[in-house]
């Protein structure tokens, strides 16, 4: 579901979401004059990869391997393997 609305940039400068049980404040980016975006970064938040990865756990159907594309999934898949018990993981690259 994508959510979509209009922000004033100085009315608002964060953006209020909870995520997998997570409460957080994203930062309101300016992309260009009339546009601006929240911005969802999960490297270096432990506490939001650990209840993202539980919840995406839970969806997992039986599999023989995780993957993810290069760069943000790695600490999201990372996490994955950990509570699964999974001693591998592949990260998919554009180019070898």
Do not use: W
Not at 60 to 73: N, Q, R, S, Y
């Amino acid at each position: 579901m994508a959510l979509s609305m209009r922000i004033n940039s100085t009315e608002y400068k964060e953006y209020p979401i909870t995520v997998a049980g997570v409460k957080r404040n994203l930062p309101i980016c300016k992309v260009h004059d009339g546009l601006y975006i929240a911005a969802f970064v999960i490297f270096g938040d432990v506490e939001l990869t650990m209840a993202c990865a539980t919840e995406l756990v839970k969806m997992l159907p039986e599999h023989d391997v995780l993957i993810t594309a290069e760069a943000k999934g790695i600490p999201l898949i990372y996490e994955m393997a950990r509570q699964t018990g999974a001693d591998r993981y592949l990260i998919a690259r554009k180019s070898p």
